[in-house]
């Protein structure tokens, strides 16, 4: 069974900072993409970020510069370093897999951009 568990969420000022895990377990990890996906109130969920198995890295151009996402294979989790956060950036925030062409998705995480 897949899991995808994500945490770090919260409250933080515009200008601030928030780290994001993924806990993954039910794949291989080294073989699967991961990704951020995100979801403002009333728009749809868009890619943040993808993390190939062969480590190659895509941003949106909204966080370029801004967003790093990292993996440790060791802990089968997923990271999302994110800086300069803006209100524009307040949404849910949600891990998927590409896991041997099927995909999967975690709960999701608040993270709310606020003065």
């Known amino acids: ?15 601030g900072s928030l780290r994001l895990s ?14 951020w ?3 403002a109130p009333g728009k749809q969920r868009e890619l943040v970020t993808t993390f190939t198995n062969s480590g190659t890295t895509t941003y949106a151009d909204s966080v370029k510069g801004r967003f790093a ?3 440790d294979a060791a802990k089968n989790t997923v990271y999302l370093q994110m800086n300069s956060l803006k209100p524009e950036d307040t949404g849910v925030y949600y891990c998927k897999a590409i896991a041997d ?3 999967y998705w975690g709960q999701g995480t608040q993270v709310t951009v606020s003065s």
């Open 22 to 35: 993924c806990a993954a377990s039910g794949i291989i990890f080294s073989r699967s993409v991961m990704g």
């Open 101 to 103: 062409i099927r995909a």
């Open 1 to 15: 069974q897949v899991q995808l568990v994500e945490s770090g969420g919260g409250l933080v000022q515009p200008g």
């Open 37 to 39: 996906y995100r979801q």
């Open 69 to 71: 996402i990292s993996r």
